[in-house]
Antibody, heavy 124, light 110 residues
Framework: QVQLVESGGGVVQPGRSLRLSCAAS????????MYWVRQAPGKGLEWVAF????????YYTDSVKGRFTISRDNSKNTLYLHMNSLGAEDTAVYYC?????????????????WGQGTLVTVSS | QSVLTQPPSVSGTPGQRVTISCSGS????????LYWYQQLSGTAPKLLIY???QRPSGVPDRFSGSKSGTSASLAISGLRSEDEADYYCGTWDDSLSGVVFGGGTKLTVL
């Protein structure tokens, strides 16, 4: 069965960096696009980043462009999110999710499996 | 302000049928598949409907999706207490080159 396990969350001071990891199992990781989605306390879902199956193309929501980097290691079945210059507005539960599609296109908005999430709190 | 528009809340009594709407534009719903997600309190979202109207294995046929032009809707029939959750629509947006979600709809079973 598909499993996605996030780690790396915690409390971090404003301006600092953090790296999230997502260990995937139960499917052929290298064949699917992967996503990060976050949810601020009491708020709705916000897409953060997406990478193609092979890592060759990456997409970001405007608010994290230039600060966050999504990457993947297909040899380790692991997805990463490197977050720099963190601010209070980045406080959220961060979910890793598997895509239905390998690349962008008509099916790119589909996320069929989600991890349990990891909480990132940016506070001094 | 979310790119996709959903009502903040809907409610119904057990056994009733409720619908949740999702409105977008030609760059998102109008040109890509629409998905629905269910988020029970304190848990991760779960895919409920994919490719506009398909149910993943294990999702009861009480849940159905439809799409027409730049709008979509989720219908839940035979409402049950365990359906109480937040529901989100989502899709890819060609103009923004990213995934867009609705603001979410809280379903209350009275």
């Amino acid at each position: 069965q598909v499993q996605l396990v996030e780690s790396g969350g915690g409390v971090v001071q404003p301006g600092r960096s953090l790296r999230l990891s997502c260990a995937a199992s139960g499917f052929t990781f290298s064949k699917f696009g992967m996503y990060w989605v976050r949810q601020a306390p009491g708020k709705g879902l916000e897409w953060v980043a997406f990478t193609w199956y092979d890592g060759s193309n990456k997409y970001y929501t405007d608010s994290v462009k230039g600060r966050f980097t999504i990457s993947r290691d297909n040899s380790k079945n692991t997805l990463y999110l490197h977050m720099n210059s963190l601010g209070a507005e980045d406080t959220a539960v961060y979910y890793c999710a598997k895509g239905l599609a390998a690349i962008t296109g008509i099916a790119a908005g589909g996320l069929d499996f989600w991890g349990q999430g990891t909480l990132v709190t940016v506070s001094s | 302000q979310s790119v996709l528009t959903q009502p903040p809340s809907v409610s119904g009594t057990p056994g009733q049928r409720v619908t949740i709407s999702c409105s977008g534009s030609s760059s998102n719903i109008g040109s890509n598949y629409l998905y629905w997600y269910q988020q029970l309190s304190g848990t991760a979202p779960k895919l409920l409907i994919y490719r506009n109207n398909q149910r993943p294995s294990g999702v009861p046929d009480r849940f159905s999706g439809s799409k027409s032009g730049t709008s979509a809707s989720l219908a839940i029939s035979g409402l049950r207490s365990e359906d109480e959750a937040d529901y989100y629509c989502g899709t890819w947006d060609d103009s923004l080159s990213g995934v867009v979600f609705g603001g979410g709809t809280k379903l209350t079973v009275l």
